[in-house]
């Protein structure tokens, strides 16, 4: 189903920064596959802006509240564009129309009803729809509490009322009028059977009935407005699902009035599905696509469907088939039923083979309701002529790409977005530049080599890690918004989610490079440093990419970005006071010593520490000025011990110094390789996430 039909969201979820021809450029990389070249890619991108009316804001940015872009109806067009760019058989809208003045959203359903008319099923939801836009509707779906009230052509609403006994008003909407009745009837004592009975056998109310009593309220007061009265979303996981086609275009959309009553049986969904006859669904389905819509209808319905075929001049049926046979579903249903809706059809086409399975006595005219119902009892012949319509064709791979060029185009886009939102990476550079310059101002000259240097050495060094890793914080609004748009495009397998990690991380490699050296060269000279400038840039970078996989992690768990900020704040200050400087691994208590060795900020300040205290300097002074502070007592290192005799004995050696702080691992690429498989690991979890969390599912 993923592979066959889009789905447009309510929202437009599109990146403000690349233009409309982008947007559906990398639509056409992502969904068409590589047999396609470039230039025909180009050629069809073309071609649907001309189809959706956007020629004119071909090259302008999509845009959002601080930059100026496309307008409304633009950016709606732009979203159902990038979602048909394959050419898909179903094509699914959530109030394609919602928020839209009413020029722009006529305008919206004038394009959705060329794509109808170029072959495509078109099934939207619509909130009111002006007069001029339930015309351009081929057949609509009204939904009370899940039950069937109407389904047919816009055009035959007030005939329905009519006989229904409440005739629409002079110069009144019939859409706006049928809502008002459904409404009445909800809130009377009869409730909505009148209307159900009526669409479903063509029983007229009688008087009493079309003159229904409200009810009296439970409560003084209850919410059950004309508020209540709103849109059902059509998803292809709805039990009360129902879909239907005219013969020359595929259109429908659905009312529904929401429930407010908390002991609402949701089961009523399925119910009137089922106890509407399947003739009111199948005026111009195709028995194929149908049979996928409908799995669980009865044999019988489905031999009536199948018989009636297309109203009017048959088209070409989809190209892809069920798998499942309608025709091994038990028949449960009404036979009487099936006739209303046909009884002033007067010309049927009926679809090859099955027209010679027809008596000679039956022509084109003739009521095919009984001669179905009388096939089905006396041979199941059908069912195997329907065995062999019915198999399951091969649709080709799940991805339109392979793997390698998923990640070229993700980057591709990535780029442009950093390059276009230069605030993403200046604001970081400027940040670590600032403080960088700050710090050195502050710590002065630290390459004194004296008792009170070490004490503040270790302050210099465990503030440049915090900062490191609070400076990634701002990747959670970022990552949160873009999320919904990683939903909508891998909810029809536009890419993988693998593909999307990896070719994020290939992006910013370059950008916590630059950041992290930028830090390294200021702090280095200005203060004087000891270390090795390679090192202390690579731990920097090295923290940089951990940090951002970490944020990004949190980023794709909680719902908001507020949520967000409070989580990385939360565990990166445990992280902090874990991490050896406040407390040190003995000092910490058993039962939370686990915190030591997952803190990420461990690591790279005992690299650190490693790279400045591990180059057999000596620092002499006060033994007073090494306390108060975090060394406290001193721990003379293996090292001292065995030089003992060459060493001065008011000296401190840098090995002193990492003994003291607790210092294990005295290598400085096994505290970077440790930290970079903490990276590695926060975004393999960030991967699992994106590829079995986040869903495109309301909660």
Known sequence: MKMISSYVMQDDQLFPMLTVFETFMFAAEVRLPPSISREEKRKRVYELLDQLGLQSATHTYIGDEGTRGVSGGERRRVSIGIDIIHKPSLLFLDEPTSGLDSTSAYSVVEKVKDIARGGSIVLMTIHQPSYRIQMLLDRVTILARGRLIYMGTPSALPAHLSGFGRPVPDGENCMEYLLDVIK???????????????????????????????????????????????????????????????????????????????????????????????????????????????????????????????????????????????????????????????????????????????????????????????????????????????????????????????????????????????????????????????????????????????????NFYIFAVCLVFFSSNDAVPSFILERFIFIRETSHNAYRASSYVISSLIVYLPFFAIQGFTFAVITKYMLHLKSSLFYFWLILYASLITTNGYVMLVSALVPSYITGYAVVIATTALFFLTCGFFLKRTQIPVYWKWLHYVSAIKYPFEALLTNEFKNGKCYTGNPADLSPGPLGEVKLSERHRNLMQQIPKECLIGEDVLSTMDVELKKIWYDVLILLAWGVLYRFFFYLVLRFYSKNERK
């Open 184 to 458: 009445e009837y909800d809130e009377s004592t009869i409730g909505l059977d009148p209307l159900v009975l009526y669409q479903r056998d063509g029983l007229k109310p009688d008087q009493v009935a079309m003159t229904p009593v409200l009810k009296t309220p439970r409560t003084p007061y209850r919410k059950n407005t004309a508020s209540s009265i709103s849109k059902q979303m059509i998803s292809l996981k709805s039990q009360g699902f129902t879909a239907g086609t005219a013969p020359n275009s595929s259109m429908q959309f659905s009312y529904n009035i929401e429930d407010d009553d908390e002991d609402f049986d949701n089961s009523l969904e399925r119910k009137s599905i089922i106890q509407t006859p399947r003739a009111t669904m199948t005026s111009g389905v195709y028995p194929r696509l149908a049979a996928q819509f409908y799995k669980d209808f009865s044999a019988k319905d489905f031999s009536v469907w199948l018989y009636h075929g297309v109203v009017g001049t048959p088209r070409r049926p989809p190209s892809w088939t069920p798998a499942r046979t309608p025709a091994k579903t038990p028949f449960s249903g009404p036979r009487s039923t099936i006739s209303n809706q046909y009884s002033t059809t007067t010309s049927y086409q009926v679809p090859d083979p099955y027209r010679s399975k027809l008596p000679s006595m039956v022509n084109q005219s003739m009521d095919l309701d009984s001669y179905a119902a009388q096939s089905y009892e006396e041979n199941n012949n059908i069912e195997d002529v329907n065995e062999e319509i019915l198999d399951e064709p091969y649709i080709g791979e799940k991805y339109a790409n392979p793997w390698i060029r998923e990640v070229a185009v993700l980057s591709w886009r990535t780029t442009l977005n950093v390059i276009r939102t230069p605030e993403l990476f200046l604001s970081r550079e400027i940040v670590l530049t600032v403080m960088a310059l700050v710090l050195s101002t502050i710590f002065k000259n630290l390459g004194h080599l004296t008792f009170k240097d070490i004490n503040r050495l270790l």
